[in-house]
């Protein structure tokens, strides 16, 4: 079966910087574009960030801070995040939509000082 496992979360000063990891199984991962998204308190889910063969979207929040990239030998996708802001405090969830959604548990990010 499809599993998503985020790890990489934690607490960041602002203008920090944290690495993000999914480890995927259970599908050809080198096949399917991979996302990320956030969902803050209060606040619907949104998507960051999506890498796909060969292409990489940004949410604007985040154009210049971040950067997805992944790993088919390792079945991995990160989000390499830089310059972290209060702003960018969330849960972060990984995604892989294979006929329907797939998310990961998440992995809480928290920019603060």
């Known amino acids: 079966q499809v599993q998503l496992v985020e790890s990489g979360g934690g607490l960041v000063q602002p203008g920090g910087s944290l690495r993000l990891s999914c480890a995927a199984s259970g599908f050809t991962f080198s096949s399917y574009a991979m996302n990320w998204y956030r969902q803050a308190p209060g606040k619907e889910r949104e998507l960051v960030a999506t890498i796909g063969r060969p292409y990489t979207n940004y949410a604007d929040s985040v154009k210049g801070r971040f950067t997805i990239s992944r790993d088919n030998r390792k079945n991995t996708v990160y989000l390499q995040m830089n310059s972290l802001k209060p702003e960018d405090t969330a849960m972060y969830y990984c995604?892989?939509?294979?006929?329907?959604?797939?998310w990961g548990q998440g992995t809480q990010v928290t920019v603060s000082s």
């Open positions: 995604n892989a939509y294979l006929m329907r959604d797939y």
